[in-house]
Structure formats: structure tokens, C-alpha cells
């Protein structure tokens, strides 16, 4: 009975989180760039009353034996990054990416990285981020001349002056890694390198593998709204089940305690 009421218990932690990581997931359903969470779990350990393969008194051998399990534990939670849908914006500044990759800013003076591509120019000219994260490698948009911004699929970045004379300011570059899940999410749209992701790979957008920039599109939110309020119902169910099944194991050991009455 106790067994039972810890591994319930164990349950109604799991569902907790995983009710977590949805609420957050869709609280951030408008939030460009965001990739949604899924948390994993695991059995816990078991305890063998009678293990398989053992013999009978009579001598027979038992096929199965007598398992019982302890309950569940989250062991992680990671960032799924499959593509959002785009949206048109038609500001030049707004740049999506179409495949594998990640912008490179530069927060707090750390190489940060991020797929939120709703670029803004600073007082000095400096492509950025809304929170003035400057987008790397560092180029200046000679505000006073350029008339239009324009950045091709392979990241060249382009001012037309009012003759419409185009000068090259430089190519955006994007980085990969070889697991993405395992980058640490900082807030702000803003992921950081880890032991688990490997170091950043830089590259050129359409070449070796990486994603293609499309100037005037936003990527959103990946998350299903409907995907998630159906697992969030599956989750409050399991932890309204596993409260029921604590409150079965305590009658259960209060019947047992009013026996030796």
C-alpha cells in the first residue's frame, strides 16, 4: 500500500511537469521564433518479489516471476526545433529562416544564438534585436544614404542609395550545431551553447546543409495549440488518477490498520 502511494505520487509529480512545460508552451503560441518543450520521462526502479525463470516447490519453472514498478520521473526536457509556419511582414528587417540554422547575436558581450529573425537598426545603424542584441558578424546600415535594405537567400546584405546604386555590406551568417536540443534556453528568444549541443558551426545560408534566409518573413511559434490542450487534458487525467489512487491506498491501509482493532 505504501508502494502504491509513492508510486502515485511520483506520478502526480510527472504529470505536474508536463502540465508545466505545456502552459508555457502555450502561453508563448504568438512568440517569434519559439520552438516548443517536451519533457521525457522514465520508469523508476523495480522491486522483484519473485524473478522469472525461478522454480516452483513442485518444480516447475515460472515464466514471468513478480515485478513491481516504483513510478515515473521526469529525465529531461528538450526543445523540439522543427519548422513554424512564416508569416509576410514586408519589413525588410524581418528575416526568416528556411531550414536548418540559428542567427549569432551578441548579449551581455556573449556569443548567444536564436531563430527570431524580427531584426530592428539602433541609433548608430546596427542591426539588432528588440532587446538591442547586435546581430553578428556586426555590420553598420549607412542610414543617412540607404533607401532599401536587401538581403538574398544566401544572408548578402545590400543598401540602394536614392540613385539606386546597391552597395554590399556584408553576408549574414548562420550556425548549426549537432544537438540543438541540448542548447541552454536563456529567455529572449536567446539560446546558448552547451557541453550536450557541441560547439557552433558557422556557414553560409544554402550551403552545406544550412537553411536559406527570406527577407520579410517572421517565423512564429511552432507550438500546436491544439496538439497541446489535447495533452494538457491527458495530463490533468493522469494526475486526478493518481490522486485517486493515493486516496485508494490510504483507505486501503486504514482498513488494514482497523483490523488489529
Known sequence: MLRGMWSAASGMSSN???IDVISNNLANVNTVGFKKSRPDFQDLMYQTLSPGGSRTSSGDQIPTGIQIGMGAMPVGVQKMFMQGDFKGTQNELDLAIEGRGFFKVISNEEEVYTRAG???????GNICTPNGDKLQPAMSVPTADAVTIKIDK???????????????LGVIELYSFANPAGLYSMGHNLFRASDASGE?????????????????????SNVDVVEEM?????????????????QTADNMLQIANNIKR
Open 16 to 18: 505536474q511537469m508536463m
Open 118 to 124: 524580427n531584426f530592428k537598426l539602433d541609433s548608430e
Open 200 to 220: 557552433a558551426i558557422a556557414g553560409t545560408p544554402g550551403s552545406n546543409g544550412m537553411g536559406t534566409i527570406a527577407q520579410g518573413f517572421i517565423e512564429m
Open 154 to 168: 544566401a544572408g548578402t546584405v545590400s543598401v540602394i542609395n536614392p540613385s539606386g546604386q546597391a552597395t554590399v
Open 230 to 246: 489535447v495533452a494538457m487534458i491527458m495530463a490533468q487525467r493522469a494526475y486526478e488518477i493518481s490522486s485517486k489512487s493515493i
